[in-house]
Structures are given as C-alpha cells and as structure tokens.
C-alpha cells in the first residue's frame, strides 16, 4: 500500500488539478484522473492513514521544493486528531469548531470572513440549503452554523433530509431554480467523482489565510499606536514588514473577491435564467475566479519571499 500510494502520488503530483486539490482532500482520498475525469477512492481510514498518506506526505518533504517540515507536522497532527480521534471527545468537537469558526475536518472557516460581516441570519451562500436558511433567518442565527452542527452530527444521512425539506421550502417560497447540479453534487457519487472547476482549492485556502494574517497584522499595529505603545508596534513591523507591504494588494483582493460572490448569488438569483444556463456562467465564473486566486497567491508568495 505504501509503494502504491506513493506512486500514485509522484504520478499526480504534476497535474494541475491536483495542484489544486485542499490538503484534507489528499489526506483522505487517493485521486485518479483518467480521460478527462477526477476519479476518487476514500482511503481506509487508519491502515489508509498510515501507509498511505505518511509515506506520501514524507516523499512530499523530498521531492516538492514547496513542502516544508512545518506543513509536515500540520498535517501528522490532523491525522492524529482527525483519524484517530486524539484530543477532546468527538461529541464535544461540532461545538468546539463551532467556537472556533473552523472546521478542523476541511481547516474551512464555517462562516468566511465576507459572511461574518453580515447579520447571523444572512449569512449563506449559494450553495447554503434554504431550510437552514429559512430557519436561520426567522431565529437570526447563521444557516452556515446550523449546517455545520446537522452535518457534524447527522452526516451524510441528516445532509439527505435537508435536501429533501428543501425541495419544499424552495416551492413554497417560490424561490428561483437552482442551478443544474454537477454529477458531483449527487449523493453517493460525488463521494467517487469531481466534475467542473472546484469550489474551494488550496491556493485559495492559503489565499484566505494571508489575507486574515495581513489584516490581523495590520490592525494590531494600529491599535497599539493609537493606544500609545509605538514600541511594540515597531517591533511588530520590523517583525512582520513583508506582511505588512502586502496591505494595500490585500484590500485591492478583497474587493476583488467580494465582487466575484456578489456576481454569483446575482446569477444564482436570477428569476430569468434557466437551471442550465446558470450552471453554465456559474462554471464560467468560478473558473475565473480560481485563475485569479492563482495568480493572486503566487504573486503574494513571491512577495514574502523577496
């Protein structure tokens, strides 16, 4: 299995798509991309995790110039936590992620930085279900919370209701149709199958992470010269001048990206499109965005190394 996996990935590792791929998606599934198609095979929980994903993860540290021992460690301690349900009792993590806004199964923030300026109530997306929506919205609590917990403590079998209420409430609002689903929102098999451009890569991932480090960095050098301490704000510059040379690109994306989720839920909501049409700009969009994501992050990288 180790030989295999690690085959399978130096094989990989050079296609774009799963350049792309989020860091839990290569811990937890082996990828395979045959005639055009993004095939996936779960892996076998712990046998899986231990010779399949430790010898892909320290082939990684050898032979991509990119992988460094911090991300290493970041990844070994998930599998611990994750796979073998190391730390707190699985019960108490939905409310512990909940918390800390995280999903530590995606390393996903539950509400993004964009929704989380928002009232609780309206704070989804297009791909949020309308019954969360509509009871997030009646309670003032965030549908993306109440996602969260139903998924964390229901699955797969409490995502399927959902599905199925929203159907109903979809008809009785009249809301607009939705767009025509990918092979892979399907249940079941978009658990073996990816189709069209992802929604969430790890480029953006990591994007998301810069932004909220330079804008953290940033508003703590401010606070602290408003408040007087112009000393620990010196040292913060001087500790961080590459984070802090990125500010003004960092809201220049910002804008950027909040214009391409405004875009989507336009075409999501738009009453004169069809379910087909809309999954066809949507797809267009997203491939956009994930160009710009792209460039956007080797561009920062660059950056902070120079």
């Given at each position: 299995m180790?030989?295999a996996?690690?085959a399978l990935?130096l ?16 811990d937890n ?15 076998p ?21 990119e ?22 009792p699985?019960c ?33 997306d ?22 969260h ?29 939705q ?40 508003n ?26 990125l500010?003004g690109?960092?809201?220049r ?5 909040a ?12 009453p ?35």
């Open positions: 180790a030989l996996s690690v990935f094989a990989n590792r050079r296609e774009p798509e799963y350049e792309e791929l989020e860091e839990f998606d290569r599934y082996y990828h395979f991309f045959v005639g055009g198609g993004h095939y996936r095979l779960l892996k929980f712990e046998v899986g995790a231990l010779f399949g994903t430790v010898p892909e993860r320290l082939t990684q540290l050898f032979v991509d110039d992988a460094t021992g911090e991300l290493f460690a970041q990844r070994m301690g998930y599998m611990l936590t994750q796979t073998f349900n190391v730390g707190f699985q108490a993590g939905p409310w512990v992620e909940e918390y800390a806004n995280r999903s530590f199964f995606t390393d996903r923030p539950i509400v993004s930085r964009r929704l989380e300026r928002l009232e609780p109530g309206e704070q989804r297009p791909w949020t279900g309308a019954t969360v929506s509509a009871i997030g919205r009646a309670a003032d609590v965030s549908p993306k919370r109440l996602e917990l139903v998924n964390a403590f229901f699955g797969t079998l409490g995502m399927y209701v959902l599905a199925a209420t929203d159907l109903a409430v979809r008809a009785a609002t009249d809301a607009p149709e767009p025509a689903p990918r092979l892979s929102d399907w249940p079941v098999l978009r658990s073996f199958y990816r189709d069209g451009p992802p929604r969430n890569t790890r480029q953006g991932a990591e994007l998301y992470d810069r932004l909220r480090d330079v804008e953290t960095t940033y703590t050098v401010m606070e602290l010269r408003r408040t007087g301490d112009r000393d620990r704000a010196q040292e913060i510059i001087e500790e961080k001048r590459g984070v802090l040379g500010h690109v960092a809201a994306v910002e804008r950027r990206l214009a391409f989720a405004k875009a989507n839920r336009r075409i999501t909501d738009d004169s499109l069809d379910a087909g049409e809309k999954r066809q700009r949507l797809d267009a969009l997203t491939e956009r965005r994930n160009a710009f994501v792209n460039r956007v992050h080797d561009r920062m990288r660059e950056r902070l190394r120079e």
